[in-house]
C-alpha cells in the first residue's frame, strides 16, 4: 500500500487537467482538497482493518486513498461515469477498493452489506452530495441497512438541524428521525476554501453512531414519523390542530385532544417543543385509540 496522493490543491488540479474533468453542478461536486479535514473524518469515523465502509461519491478518489489505507475493505458508489477512469488511475495502488457506478439511491444495500460484510454492519464515510443528504441518510435508517456509524460532510445547517433538541428554531422531523435512530456528534465545521469548487454553503461533519434499540418504545413507527410531519408541517399551528388537520391521524379530534391532554402540556402546546419521548408516548395512545375506534366500527 502506498501514502494517499491527494487531498491538495496541486495534485487534484493535475488529475482534473489531465483527464480533461469538467464538474457537474447537478451531482453536487465539491472534491476535498485539505488534508487537515480529511484526517479528521477517517479519525471520528473510527474505522480500523475488520472494518467494510461503504463510501457514497468517490469524486476522483481523494478519501477513498485514505479509507483504503484505515479499512479492511472499501466499496465506492458513483454516479458520474467520467469520474470511473480517473478513479482507476488514483487508486490503481489499492487492491480493497471496489467502484460501483451506480446512483446510490438505486443501489440495494442492504443487499451489498449482506454479500460483501456477512450482514455485519458497516461504516458509511462520505463527503456527501448535499442534494441528496436527507435521502441518503434516511434511506440507510428506513431501510434497516446494518450500519455502526455514519460519519459524513453535510450542509452546515443541516448538521445543526440533525443535532439539536427542543426550543431550537432548527429542531424538526429531520432531528426526531436521526435521534430516533442515532446519536448525532458533530465534528467539526469545515469553511468553503477546503472543497474545490468552494460551495456556496458552509459545511460540518457529523458522525451518527447508530442505536442498537431507539431510546424509545413505540407501536408502530410508520405513526409516530406521521404524527411527527403533521405537526411540524403547520409550525404556526397548535399542536392539536395540526394533527387534526392530517389525514394519516385517522382518530377523532376528542382522541387526539385526549391524547395531548396526557402531555400535561396544556391544549396549546406546539409540535416544536415535544421531546422524541413525547411524540412517542402521543403515538402510543393515538395508536391505542385508533385500534378501539377501528374495533368499535366493526
Ligand atoms: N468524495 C469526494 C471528495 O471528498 O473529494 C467527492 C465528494 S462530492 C461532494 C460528491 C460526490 O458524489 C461527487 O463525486 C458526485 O459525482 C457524487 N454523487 C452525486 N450524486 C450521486 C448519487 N446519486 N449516487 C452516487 N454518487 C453521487
Not at 51 to 68: H, K, N, R
Amino acid at each position: 500500500m502506498s501514502k494517499p496522493t491527494l487531498g491538495n490543491p496541486q495534485n487534484t488540479i493535475e488529475i482534473l487537467q489531465k483527464y480533461n474533468f469538467s464538474f457537474q453542478k447537478k451531482f453536487g461536486q465539491n472534491f476535498l482538497i485539505d488534508t487537515h479535514v480529511l484526517d479528521k473524518i477517517i479519525r471520528a469515523a473510527n474505522i480500523t482493518k475488520e472494518d467494510m465502509v461503504l463510501e457514497i461519491g468517490p469524486g476522483i478518489g481523494t478519501m477513498t486513498q485514505y479509507l483504503a489505507e484505515a479499512a479492511g475493505k472499501v466499496i465506492a458508489v458513483e454516479i458520474d461515469k467520467n469520474l470511473i477512469p480517473i478513479l482507476s488511475d488514483t487508486l490503481s495502488e489499492y487492491d480493497n477498493v471496489t467502484i460501483i457506478n451506480e446512483d446510490v439511491l438505486k443501489l440495494d444495500i442492504q443487499n451489498l452489506a449482506n454479500e460483501e460484510n456477512e450482514g455485519k454492519p458497516i461504516k458509511v464515510v462520505a463527503n456527501l452530495p448535499y442534494y441528496i443528504t436527507t435521502p441518503i441518510i434516511m434511506g440507510l435508517f428506513e431501510n434497516h441497512v446494518p450500519v455502526e456509524s455514519i460519519t459524513v460532510m453535510v450542509q452546515k445547517e443541516v448538521a445543526d438541524r440533525m443535532q439539536t433538541g427542543p426550543g431550537s428554531k432548527d429542531y424538526g422531523a429531520l432531528s426526531l428521525a436521526v435521534q430516533y435512530y442515532a446519536e448525532p456528534y458533530i465534528v467539526a465545521n469545515v469553511p468553503p476554501n477546503c472543497f474545490m469548487p468552494r460551495p456556496k454553503v458552509g459545511s460540518a461533519v457529523i458522525r451518527l453512531t447508530c442505536h442498537e434499540k431507539p431510546p424509545v418504545e413505540v407501536k408502530d413507527e410508520r405513526l409516530m414519523f406521521d404524527i411527527i410531519r403533521a405537526s411540524f408541517n403547520q409550525r404556526r399551528k397548535t399542536l392539536a390542530n395540526g394533527l387534526k388537520n392530517s389525514d394519516r391521524i385517522t382518530c377523532s379530534k376528542e382522541a387526539i385532544t385526549e391524547a395531548i391532554e396526557q402531555l400535561g402540556r396544556g391544549a396549546s402546546v406546539r409540535g416544536e417543543a415535544l421531546t422524541l419521548e413525547e411524540f412517542a408516548v402521543l403515538s402510543n395512545e393515538l395508536w391505542n385509540s385508533m385500534q378501539s375506534e377501528r374495533s368499535e366500527s366493526i
